[in-house]
Protein backbone atom coordinates (compact mmCIF):
# COMPACT_ATOMS: atom_id res chain seq x y z
CA UNK A 1 0.00 0.00 0.00
CA UNK A 2 2.80 2.13 1.01
CA UNK A 3 4.36 1.86 -2.70
CA UNK A 4 1.47 3.24 -4.37
CA UNK A 5 1.10 6.83 -2.30
CA UNK A 6 3.45 9.24 -1.11
CA UNK A 7 1.41 11.07 1.58
CA UNK A 8 -1.35 11.76 1.27
CA UNK A 9 -1.11 11.97 -3.08
CA UNK A 10 -1.80 8.86 -4.81
CA UNK A 11 -0.13 7.75 -8.00
CA UNK A 12 -1.41 6.16 -11.24
CA UNK A 13 0.20 4.76 -14.04
CA UNK A 14 -0.93 5.31 -17.37
CA UNK A 15 0.92 2.97 -20.17
CA UNK A 16 1.08 4.01 -23.14
CA UNK A 17 0.77 2.07 -27.12
CA UNK A 18 4.10 1.34 -26.88
CA UNK A 19 3.85 -0.20 -23.80
CA UNK A 20 5.54 2.67 -21.53
CA UNK A 21 4.91 3.63 -18.48
CA UNK A 22 4.32 7.05 -17.22
CA UNK A 23 4.24 7.54 -12.96
CA UNK A 24 1.87 10.73 -12.24
CA UNK A 25 0.03 11.57 -9.48
CA UNK A 26 -3.79 10.60 -9.47
CA UNK A 27 -4.77 14.56 -9.26
CA UNK A 28 -3.72 15.22 -12.17
CA UNK A 29 -5.40 12.78 -14.39
CA UNK A 30 -8.43 13.64 -13.31
CA UNK A 31 -8.61 16.41 -15.41
CA UNK A 32 -9.63 13.83 -18.08
CA UNK A 33 -13.20 12.74 -17.72
CA UNK A 34 -12.59 9.08 -18.99
CA UNK A 35 -9.37 8.70 -16.57
CA UNK A 36 -11.99 9.86 -13.69
CA UNK A 37 -14.17 7.73 -14.01
CA UNK A 38 -12.12 4.85 -14.15
CA UNK A 39 -10.34 6.08 -11.28
CA UNK A 40 -13.09 6.83 -9.04
CA UNK A 41 -15.64 3.79 -10.43
CA UNK A 42 -13.29 0.69 -10.39
CA UNK A 43 -10.45 2.16 -8.17
CA UNK A 44 -7.58 1.12 -10.44
CA UNK A 45 -3.74 2.15 -9.90
CA UNK A 46 -2.37 1.38 -13.47
CA UNK A 47 -4.67 2.03 -16.91
CA UNK A 48 -3.52 0.90 -20.08
CA UNK A 49 -4.19 3.36 -22.90
CA UNK A 50 -2.97 1.27 -26.02
CA UNK A 51 -4.44 3.24 -28.75
CA UNK A 52 -2.47 6.38 -27.43
CA UNK A 53 1.14 6.35 -28.49
CA UNK A 54 3.43 7.17 -25.81
CA UNK A 55 5.18 10.18 -27.94
CA UNK A 56 1.44 11.75 -27.56
CA UNK A 57 0.92 10.78 -23.92
CA UNK A 58 3.59 12.65 -23.19
CA UNK A 59 2.63 15.79 -24.22
CA UNK A 60 -0.71 15.53 -22.88
CA UNK A 61 0.49 14.68 -19.66
CA UNK A 62 3.39 18.05 -20.05
CA UNK A 63 -0.19 20.07 -20.58
CA UNK A 64 -2.00 18.42 -17.70
CA UNK A 65 0.95 19.04 -15.13
CA UNK A 66 1.36 22.90 -16.90
CA UNK A 67 -3.15 23.05 -16.68
CA UNK A 68 -2.90 22.18 -12.95
CA UNK A 69 -0.27 25.40 -12.10
CA UNK A 70 -2.24 27.58 -13.68
CA UNK A 71 -2.84 30.68 -11.39
CA UNK A 72 -4.49 33.84 -12.21
CA UNK A 73 -0.99 35.61 -12.15
CA UNK A 74 0.83 33.27 -14.44
CA UNK A 75 -2.05 33.19 -17.28
CA UNK A 76 0.37 34.94 -19.88
CA UNK A 77 2.94 32.41 -19.45
CA UNK A 78 0.35 29.39 -20.06
CA UNK A 79 -1.05 30.90 -22.90
CA UNK A 80 2.17 31.13 -24.20
CA UNK A 81 2.61 27.53 -23.30
CA UNK A 82 -0.60 26.70 -25.46
CA UNK A 83 0.24 28.64 -28.14
CA UNK A 84 3.64 26.33 -28.78
CA UNK A 85 1.45 23.41 -27.43
CA UNK A 86 -0.16 22.79 -30.49
CA UNK A 87 3.00 24.05 -32.79
CA UNK A 88 3.88 20.69 -34.17
CA UNK A 89 3.63 19.19 -37.50
CA UNK A 90 -0.35 18.53 -38.43
CA UNK A 91 -0.06 14.64 -37.91
CA UNK A 92 1.39 14.57 -34.26
CA UNK A 93 -1.43 17.58 -33.43
CA UNK A 94 -4.36 15.80 -35.12
CA UNK A 95 -2.68 12.75 -33.13
CA UNK A 96 -3.08 14.52 -30.13
CA UNK A 97 -6.48 16.05 -30.78
CA UNK A 98 -7.79 12.17 -31.07
CA UNK A 99 -6.38 10.96 -28.44
CA UNK A 100 -7.46 14.39 -25.87
CA UNK A 101 -11.36 13.45 -27.40
CA UNK A 102 -10.49 10.15 -26.60
CA UNK A 103 -9.59 10.70 -22.95
CA UNK A 104 -12.53 13.63 -22.98
CA UNK A 105 -10.52 16.80 -21.67
CA UNK A 106 -12.62 19.24 -22.69
CA UNK A 107 -10.76 22.41 -22.35
CA UNK A 108 -8.00 20.80 -24.65
CA UNK A 109 -9.62 19.73 -26.97
CA UNK A 110 -11.60 22.89 -27.83
CA UNK A 111 -7.98 24.58 -28.05
CA UNK A 112 -6.77 21.85 -30.19
CA UNK A 113 -9.60 21.31 -32.61
CA UNK A 114 -9.30 25.42 -33.17
CA UNK A 115 -5.72 24.83 -33.31
CA UNK A 116 -6.79 22.16 -36.18
CA UNK A 117 -8.74 24.62 -38.07
CA UNK A 118 -6.52 27.22 -38.12
CA UNK A 119 -3.95 25.07 -39.39
CA UNK A 120 -6.36 23.55 -42.63
CA UNK A 121 -8.83 26.26 -43.10
CA UNK A 122 -6.25 27.96 -46.14
CA UNK A 123 -5.57 24.33 -47.12
CA UNK A 124 -6.45 22.58 -50.91
CA UNK A 125 -8.96 20.12 -50.97
CA UNK A 126 -6.56 17.72 -52.04
CA UNK A 127 -4.59 18.62 -48.93
CA UNK A 128 -7.38 18.08 -46.66
CA UNK A 129 -8.35 14.83 -48.30
CA UNK A 130 -4.52 13.64 -47.29
CA UNK A 131 -4.17 14.73 -44.33
CA UNK A 132 -7.70 12.95 -42.99
CA UNK A 133 -7.01 9.89 -45.32
CA UNK A 134 -10.02 10.58 -47.53
CA UNK A 135 -10.89 9.02 -50.81
CA UNK A 136 -12.99 11.28 -53.27
CA UNK A 137 -15.82 9.58 -54.12
CA UNK A 138 -17.03 12.39 -56.36
CA UNK A 139 -16.51 12.23 -60.57
CA UNK A 140 -14.49 15.16 -61.18
CA UNK A 141 -17.60 16.76 -63.05
CA UNK A 142 -18.98 16.49 -59.86
CA UNK A 143 -16.19 18.08 -58.72
CA UNK A 144 -16.16 21.02 -60.92
CA UNK A 145 -19.77 21.49 -60.00
CA UNK A 146 -18.79 22.80 -56.52
CA UNK A 147 -15.97 24.59 -58.27
CA UNK A 148 -18.87 26.59 -60.15
CA UNK A 149 -21.40 27.27 -57.53
CA UNK A 150 -19.01 28.66 -55.24
CA UNK A 151 -16.09 29.62 -57.24
CA UNK A 152 -14.56 32.48 -54.49
CA UNK A 153 -14.54 29.64 -52.48
CA UNK A 154 -11.44 28.43 -54.28
CA UNK A 155 -9.76 31.75 -55.50
CA UNK A 156 -6.89 33.14 -53.50
CA UNK A 157 -3.41 31.05 -52.75
CA UNK A 158 -4.67 27.65 -51.55
CA UNK A 159 -1.54 25.62 -49.62
CA UNK A 160 -1.07 21.86 -50.73
CA UNK A 161 1.01 20.85 -47.98
CA UNK A 162 0.11 18.57 -45.18
CA UNK A 163 2.08 19.62 -42.79
CA UNK B 1 18.82 4.63 -34.35
CA UNK B 2 17.28 1.55 -34.93
CA UNK B 3 14.86 2.26 -31.78
CA UNK B 4 13.73 5.01 -34.09
CA UNK B 5 13.48 3.50 -37.02
CA UNK B 6 10.93 1.38 -34.97
CA UNK B 7 9.38 4.59 -33.71
CA UNK B 8 8.76 5.51 -37.07
CA UNK B 9 7.50 2.37 -37.68
CA UNK B 10 4.86 1.64 -35.09
CA UNK B 11 3.55 5.21 -36.29
CA UNK B 12 3.30 4.59 -39.78
CA UNK B 13 1.17 1.68 -39.11
CA UNK B 14 -0.72 3.70 -36.36
CA UNK B 15 -1.51 6.18 -39.60
CA UNK B 16 -4.64 3.94 -39.87
CA UNK B 17 -5.93 5.74 -37.02
CA UNK B 18 -10.18 6.66 -37.58
CA UNK B 19 -10.85 10.21 -36.89
CA UNK B 20 -14.49 9.71 -35.18
CA UNK B 21 -17.26 11.65 -36.86
CA UNK B 22 -17.57 13.96 -33.79
CA UNK B 23 -14.13 15.15 -33.61
CA UNK B 24 -14.44 15.79 -37.38
CA UNK B 25 -17.71 17.71 -36.37
CA UNK B 26 -15.98 19.74 -33.59
CA UNK B 27 -12.88 20.75 -36.46
CA UNK B 28 -15.15 21.04 -39.18
CA UNK B 29 -17.47 23.84 -37.05
CA UNK B 30 -14.13 26.10 -35.97
CA UNK B 31 -13.98 26.72 -40.16
CA UNK B 32 -14.64 30.16 -41.84
CA UNK B 33 -17.47 29.66 -43.97
CA UNK B 34 -15.04 30.33 -47.21
CA UNK B 35 -13.33 26.67 -45.92
CA UNK B 36 -16.54 24.85 -45.96
CA UNK B 37 -17.70 25.48 -49.33
CA UNK B 38 -14.45 24.23 -50.26
CA UNK B 39 -14.32 21.31 -48.46
CA UNK B 40 -17.70 20.25 -49.24
CA UNK B 41 -16.01 18.57 -51.89
CA UNK B 42 -13.61 16.01 -49.81
CA UNK B 43 -16.05 13.62 -50.20
CA UNK B 44 -19.74 13.00 -49.69
CA UNK B 45 -19.72 12.13 -46.55
CA UNK B 46 -18.35 15.80 -45.93
CA UNK B 47 -20.81 17.46 -48.44
CA UNK B 48 -23.79 15.80 -46.02
CA UNK B 49 -21.83 16.60 -43.20
CA UNK B 50 -21.31 20.43 -43.86
CA UNK B 51 -24.65 20.92 -44.94
CA UNK B 52 -26.48 19.38 -42.51
CA UNK B 53 -28.88 21.81 -40.52
CA UNK B 54 -27.83 20.21 -37.31
CA UNK B 55 -23.88 21.59 -38.51
CA UNK B 56 -24.91 24.82 -39.74
CA UNK B 57 -26.59 25.55 -36.03
CA UNK B 58 -23.35 23.71 -34.21
CA UNK B 59 -20.95 26.31 -36.52
CA UNK B 60 -23.22 29.21 -35.69
CA UNK B 61 -23.36 28.44 -32.00
CA UNK B 62 -19.20 28.65 -32.15
CA UNK B 63 -18.57 31.16 -34.52
CA UNK B 64 -21.01 33.78 -32.73
CA UNK B 65 -19.05 32.83 -29.09
CA UNK B 66 -15.91 33.33 -30.73
CA UNK B 67 -13.97 35.95 -27.92
CA UNK B 68 -12.35 37.49 -31.31
CA UNK B 69 -15.10 38.08 -33.58
CA UNK B 70 -12.86 36.51 -35.90
CA UNK B 71 -16.33 35.52 -37.85
CA UNK B 72 -18.10 38.51 -37.01
CA UNK B 73 -18.79 41.43 -39.93
CA UNK B 74 -19.82 44.74 -39.58
CA UNK B 75 -22.06 45.88 -43.07
CA UNK B 76 -21.76 49.52 -43.86
CA UNK B 77 -23.94 51.51 -46.30
CA UNK B 78 -22.95 54.16 -47.91
CA UNK B 79 -25.45 56.35 -49.41
CA UNK B 80 -26.10 58.25 -52.69
CA UNK B 81 -25.87 58.54 -55.38
CA UNK B 82 -24.54 54.67 -55.04
CA UNK B 83 -26.10 52.75 -52.62
CA UNK B 84 -23.37 50.55 -51.68
CA UNK B 85 -22.72 47.84 -48.94
CA UNK B 86 -19.50 46.99 -47.46
CA UNK B 87 -17.96 44.04 -45.61
CA UNK B 88 -15.81 45.12 -42.40
CA UNK B 89 -14.48 42.33 -40.42
CA UNK B 90 -15.02 43.07 -36.94
CA UNK B 91 -12.06 41.79 -35.36
CA UNK B 92 -9.70 44.46 -38.28
CA UNK B 93 -12.18 47.07 -36.89
CA UNK B 94 -11.79 46.19 -32.70
CA UNK B 95 -7.80 44.71 -33.03
CA UNK B 96 -6.87 45.68 -36.54
CA UNK B 97 -4.37 48.48 -36.80
CA UNK B 98 -5.66 49.30 -40.39
CA UNK B 99 -9.38 48.88 -40.90
CA UNK B 100 -10.29 47.66 -43.95
CA UNK B 101 -13.34 47.28 -45.53
CA UNK B 102 -14.54 45.71 -48.86
CA UNK B 103 -17.49 46.17 -51.31
CA UNK B 104 -20.34 43.49 -50.78
CA UNK B 105 -21.98 42.75 -53.97
CA UNK B 106 -25.96 41.58 -52.55
CA UNK B 107 -28.41 40.24 -54.63
CA UNK B 108 -30.65 42.06 -57.44
CA UNK B 109 -27.88 45.12 -56.97
CA UNK B 110 -28.38 48.06 -59.71
CA UNK B 111 -26.87 50.71 -60.47
CA UNK B 112 -27.99 53.30 -57.76
CA UNK B 113 -30.85 51.29 -56.89
CA UNK B 114 -32.04 52.05 -53.42
CA UNK B 115 -31.59 49.30 -51.00
CA UNK B 116 -32.09 49.66 -47.16
CA UNK B 117 -31.13 46.68 -44.57
CA UNK B 118 -33.80 46.09 -42.18
CA UNK B 119 -32.12 43.86 -39.81
CA UNK B 120 -29.18 40.98 -39.13
CA UNK B 121 -29.53 38.12 -37.36
CA UNK B 122 -27.56 35.05 -36.45
CA UNK B 123 -25.66 36.09 -40.29
CA UNK B 124 -28.85 36.48 -42.30
CA UNK B 125 -29.20 39.97 -43.32
CA UNK B 126 -32.86 41.06 -44.71
CA UNK B 127 -32.95 43.72 -46.88
CA UNK B 128 -35.60 45.79 -48.87
CA UNK B 129 -34.43 46.77 -52.75
CA UNK B 130 -36.10 49.83 -54.05
CA UNK B 131 -38.76 49.94 -51.18
CA UNK B 132 -40.39 46.38 -52.85
CA UNK B 133 -38.75 43.36 -53.08
CA UNK B 134 -37.94 41.79 -49.54
CA UNK B 135 -34.91 39.55 -49.27
CA UNK B 136 -33.16 37.23 -46.67
CA UNK B 137 -29.82 37.09 -47.47
CA UNK B 138 -26.66 34.86 -46.47
CA UNK B 139 -23.84 36.95 -47.34
CA UNK B 140 -21.19 34.16 -46.35
CA UNK B 141 -22.53 31.69 -48.58
CA UNK B 142 -24.30 34.57 -51.13
CA UNK B 143 -27.50 33.17 -51.12
CA UNK B 144 -30.61 34.71 -51.10
CA UNK B 145 -34.66 34.15 -50.81
CA UNK B 146 -36.56 37.00 -52.19
CA UNK B 147 -39.54 37.07 -49.77
CA UNK B 148 -43.25 36.78 -51.31
CA UNK B 149 -44.73 40.01 -51.73
CA UNK B 150 -46.17 41.28 -48.65
CA UNK B 151 -48.80 43.09 -50.83
CA UNK B 152 -48.63 46.74 -48.48
CA UNK B 153 -49.27 50.16 -49.52
CA UNK B 154 -46.85 52.49 -48.66
CA UNK B 155 -44.15 51.16 -45.92
CA UNK B 156 -43.70 52.76 -42.92
CA UNK B 157 -41.55 50.41 -40.48
CA UNK B 158 -40.03 46.70 -40.80
CA UNK B 159 -38.10 44.78 -38.14
CA UNK B 160 -36.24 41.42 -38.83
CA UNK B 161 -35.60 38.90 -36.01
CA UNK B 162 -35.00 35.60 -34.94
CA UNK B 163 -38.31 34.07 -33.10
CA UNK B 164 -36.46 31.36 -30.38
CA UNK B 165 -39.88 29.93 -29.21
CA UNK B 166 -40.37 28.93 -32.66
CA UNK B 167 -36.88 28.59 -34.45
CA UNK B 168 -38.11 30.91 -37.37
CA UNK B 169 -37.08 34.01 -39.15
CA UNK B 170 -39.26 36.84 -39.17
CA UNK B 171 -39.75 40.06 -41.08
CA UNK B 172 -42.56 42.82 -40.14
CA UNK B 173 -43.28 45.05 -42.07
CA UNK B 174 -46.13 48.19 -41.12
CA UNK B 175 -47.79 49.60 -43.87
CA UNK B 176 -50.12 52.63 -45.05
CA UNK B 177 -52.44 51.17 -47.45
CA UNK B 178 -53.82 53.66 -48.47
CA UNK B 179 -51.89 57.66 -48.57
CA UNK B 180 -48.44 59.01 -47.68
CA UNK B 181 -50.16 60.38 -44.41
CA UNK B 182 -49.59 57.87 -41.70
CA UNK B 183 -51.64 59.69 -38.92
CA UNK B 184 -55.10 59.46 -40.52
CA UNK B 185 -55.25 56.41 -42.40
CA UNK B 186 -55.41 53.00 -41.98
CA UNK B 187 -52.16 50.73 -40.68
CA UNK B 188 -51.70 47.36 -41.14
CA UNK B 189 -49.31 45.24 -39.54
CA UNK B 190 -48.02 41.64 -41.21
CA UNK B 191 -45.68 39.41 -40.41
CA UNK B 192 -43.74 37.50 -42.70
CA UNK B 193 -42.39 33.66 -41.35
CA UNK B 194 -39.68 32.15 -42.81
CA UNK B 195 -40.96 28.68 -41.75
CA UNK B 196 -44.63 28.87 -43.35
CA UNK B 197 -42.60 31.42 -46.24
CA UNK B 198 -45.90 33.38 -46.29
CA UNK B 199 -47.05 36.46 -45.02
CA UNK B 200 -49.79 37.36 -42.73
CA UNK B 201 -52.00 40.29 -41.21
CA UNK B 202 -51.62 41.08 -37.82
CA UNK B 203 -53.56 43.24 -37.35
CA UNK B 204 -55.31 46.54 -38.77
CA UNK B 205 -55.98 49.34 -37.32
CA UNK B 206 -56.29 53.34 -36.90
CA UNK B 207 -54.34 55.97 -35.09
CA UNK B 208 -51.00 54.04 -35.51
CA UNK B 209 -48.89 56.85 -34.30
CA UNK B 210 -49.62 56.30 -30.41
CA UNK B 211 -48.12 52.16 -30.21
CA UNK B 212 -46.36 52.05 -33.58
CA UNK B 213 -43.00 52.83 -31.54
CA UNK B 214 -43.03 49.93 -29.56
CA UNK B 215 -44.54 47.49 -31.77
CA UNK B 216 -41.40 46.63 -34.38
CA UNK B 217 -39.21 44.46 -32.12
CA UNK B 218 -41.85 43.10 -29.35
CA UNK B 219 -44.38 41.77 -32.05
CA UNK B 220 -41.59 39.38 -33.43
CA UNK B 221 -41.10 37.38 -30.13
CA UNK B 222 -44.46 38.21 -27.80
CA UNK B 223 -46.98 38.40 -30.39
CA UNK B 224 -49.70 37.38 -28.65
CA UNK B 225 -49.22 39.79 -25.49
CA UNK B 226 -48.64 42.90 -28.28
CA UNK B 227 -52.29 42.13 -30.03
CA UNK B 228 -53.96 42.35 -25.96
CA UNK B 229 -52.22 45.35 -25.72
CA UNK B 230 -52.90 46.83 -28.97
CA UNK B 231 -57.01 45.64 -28.46
CA UNK B 232 -56.61 47.33 -25.26
CA UNK B 233 -55.26 50.54 -26.51
CA UNK B 234 -57.56 50.60 -29.17
CA UNK B 235 -60.35 50.00 -26.36
CA UNK B 236 -59.27 53.20 -25.13
CA UNK B 237 -58.73 54.91 -27.72
CA UNK B 238 -62.44 53.91 -28.64
Redesign the interface.
Known amino acids: MASSTTGEKKILTLKGGDNEEFILEESLVLQSELLKNMVKEERVSSIPLPSIKSKTLVKIIEYLKKHAELTPSNKEEFKNFEKEFVNVVLEELLDITVAVNYLKINGLLEFCCQAVADRIKDKSVEAVRKIFRIESDFTPEEESEFRKETPEAFEGDLDDTTN | MESEAQ ?1 SS ?2 ME ?4 E ?2 I ?3 I ?3 S ?3 V ?2 L ?8 S ?1 LFLISSPEFAYTHLGIAANSKEYTQHSVILKSYPPDFKLKNCSLSSLLYGSVTEAFDLSYPMKKPCGYVRIVGCVNGLVCLVIEQKYFLLWNPS ?2 KFKKLPDPRGGYYIMYGFGYDELHDDYKVVVISNSSSYNVLDHAVVVRIYSLKSDSWRNICECYEADIYIESLVWPVITKQTRMQQQQQRRLKKLR
Open positions: VISELSFIPELIEILRLPKSLRFKCVSKWIR
